[in-house]
């Protein structure tokens, strides 16, 4: 049975469908002006357990939920060719070690760590006789120039400090709000608000943007 | 530090920060793509083979590295279609839908985009049967590969020529000898394999072979005594039951044990030794209420489907 098939004939695939619409596609800002609700979290624990309990269908909403925050926290530190490859690589090394996650509520900070060492080792190994540039995805709407300002924006975010960078790159990227950020990090929202007002200071400076 | 200018920044709310806007609009096109994820169901992601790369074009060309008209010709239409990408010591760098990929002395690793990859191990042989949104389907001819698979159930399954090995998830060993033999070992998740008109489910921990003409045997745990495994060997196809190769069945702990009793309750020749794994796993596995007993004990399709998933889901996913 296909996936859209599956998610047709079952209530509950649909149900849990819809919930993963409304979180993964509204980016409109009253959606990301609120904090994550319960039900989230609560649907969260719910489906990690479910995949530890080997339901593959629970793992593939996880991955739905998550993929964003992973392609974020791999995006700060990789190149954008290479960042699809690791986030797949992210999940198999999860779908492997799950059953060593003891704490469900861990999750995304637990995910976090999977995807800053295997993007960290990835960077590592890299070795590039040529120079490849990094080329971000040209659209139609682009007013000259913009792709170049694009690329110049994203080498300048990857070379903020640590705390700074993954944070902005969540917020500024992946569209992801402060709160959801500190959610799925594990963060204290406090820290995590430092990091994004700290980080986009240093950014200004680096674009030469004028203080806000 | 944060005030309410920051607000915007923080999580959209207040007066909206003209450089941040700006940055939002110039990222996103850097922002998670599920349209290009095959993982949410999307086509197959192609990468593009190195040398289409733009960028890489015009470094060699400047170097003074001139690709050929022939060059071109067979890695630009050719990567046009469904195949996967192949790294480490195979014969190709890419294989397609109908070929074959052989490796020498060394492994080579084949991704599957977006559900997993496949370690291929020296001196093997595999082909690419087909490739769709939903379904990967591969054939090992002889050799051994080693399986993480993150897709959904059933979409990706290996052929040998003892039988079709479908994951169910997620991770696991298959082999094939020089005779056609096939062997699985499942390190996490399970297996289904399928041949010579039986159907096993092999879960983590256990391991099971196959052969042309029989399909595959019952699945016994990894490390399982030698003489329980001995003694299964001589039941599973027996019509007549050598009292002491029983008693080492009906001695054996049924939890431990349990998925090769199940086997054997489903698929052994003997009825007598059927209905006496059906005796042994209902002491750890009491059948559902409202069945035929009966029929279930004679191991009846319709009767089996609730005993199943008692007896199945208590199947670790993780080999321990």
């Known amino acids: 049975m296909s996936f859209n098939t599956f998610v047709a004939t079952s209530p509950q695939a649909a149900a849990a469908l819809a919930q993963r619409s409304s979180w993964l596609t509204a980016r409109s800002a009253d959606a990301l002006a609120r904090e994550p609700a319960e039900g989230e979290r609560d649907a969260d624990f719910a489906l990690v357990a479910a995949a530890r309990a080997g339901q593959r269908e629970a793992f593939a909403r996880l991955y739905e939920r998550y993929v964003p925050f992973v392609h974020g926290v791999v995006l700060a530190r990789a190149r954008s060719s290479d960042v699809l490859d690791l986030v797949h690589d992210v999940f198999l090394t999860a779908l492997r070690r799950l059953g060593d996650l003891h704490d469900a509520r861990q999750f995304g900070p637990w995910l976090a760590t999977i995807a800053r060492n295997l993007a960290s080792d990835a960077h590592k190994r890299r070795r590039e006789v040529l120079e490849l540039v990094d080329e971000p995805r040209a659209r139609a709407s682009d007013a000259d120039g913009d792709a170049e300002e694009a690329r110049r924006a994203l080498a300048a975010l990857r070379e903020l400090p640590d705390a700074y960078r993954e944070t902005l790159v969540l917020r500024l990227v992946e569209g992801l709000s402060g709160p959801e950020i500190a959610e799925r990090t594990g963060l204290t929202p406090g820290s995590v608000r430092v990091n994004l007002c700290r980080g986009m200071k240093l950014l200004r400076e680096r674009l030469g943007l004028p203080e806000a | ?320």
């Not at chain 2, 170097?63 to 014969?91: I, K, M, T």
């Not at chain 2, 993480?148 to 003892?162: N, V």
């Open chain 2, 1 to 320: 530090m944060t005030n309410e200018r920051d607000d915007y920044l923080w999580d959209r709310s207040g007066e909206r920060d003209r450089d941040v806007v700006r940055l939002e609009g110039l990222l996103a096109r850097y922002r998670y793509d599920a349209a290009r994820d095959p993982g949410l169901g999307g086509k197959p992601r192609l990468r593009q083979p190195i040398l289409r790369r733009p960028s890489v074009r015009a470094v060699l060309l400047a170097a003074g590295v001139l690709l050929g008209l022939g060059l071109w010709r067979a890695f630009g239409p050719r990567g046009e279609r469904p195949g996967y990408e192949v790294s480490g010591g195979a014969d190709v760098s890419r294989v397609e839908v109908g070929e074959h990929l052989e490796t020498g002395a060394a492994s080579a690793l084949l991704r599957v985009a977006g559900i997993g990859q496949v370690r291929i191990d020296p001196s093997s042989r595999l082909r690419v049967d087909g490739i769709a949104a939903d379904e990967h389907r591969l054939f090992l001819e002889r050799g051994s590969v080693h399986a993480t698979i993150f897709a959904r159930p059933r979409e990706f399954q290996i052929g040998t020529p003892a039988g079709l090995s479908i994951d169910l998830g997620c991770e696991y060993e298959l082999s094939v000898d020089d005779a056609g033999r096939s062997t699985m070992t499942v390190t996490s998740g399970r297996v289904e394999f399928a041949g010579g008109g039986r159907r096993v489910v092999v879960p983590a921990g256990a391991t099971c072979q196959a052969t042309r003409e029989s399909g595959p045997n019952v699945p016994v745990r990894v490390g399982a005594d030698p003489r329980f495994v001995a003694a299964v060997r001589a039941l599973e196809h027996a019509t007549e039951l050598d009292s002491g190769d029983v008693t080492t069945l009906v001695e054996a702990d049924v939890s431990a044990n349990s998925v090769t009793l199940w086997h054997l309750f489903l698929n052994a020749t003997s009825p007598d030794l059927r209905a006496q794994m059906y005796d042994r796993l209902a002491t750890r596995y009491p059948p559902p209420q409202n069945v035929d007993a009966g029929a279930l004990r004679r191991g009846e399709p319709g009767q089996l489907a609730a005993w199943r998933a008692s007896i199945e889901g208590e199947w670790s996913w993780y080999g321990d």
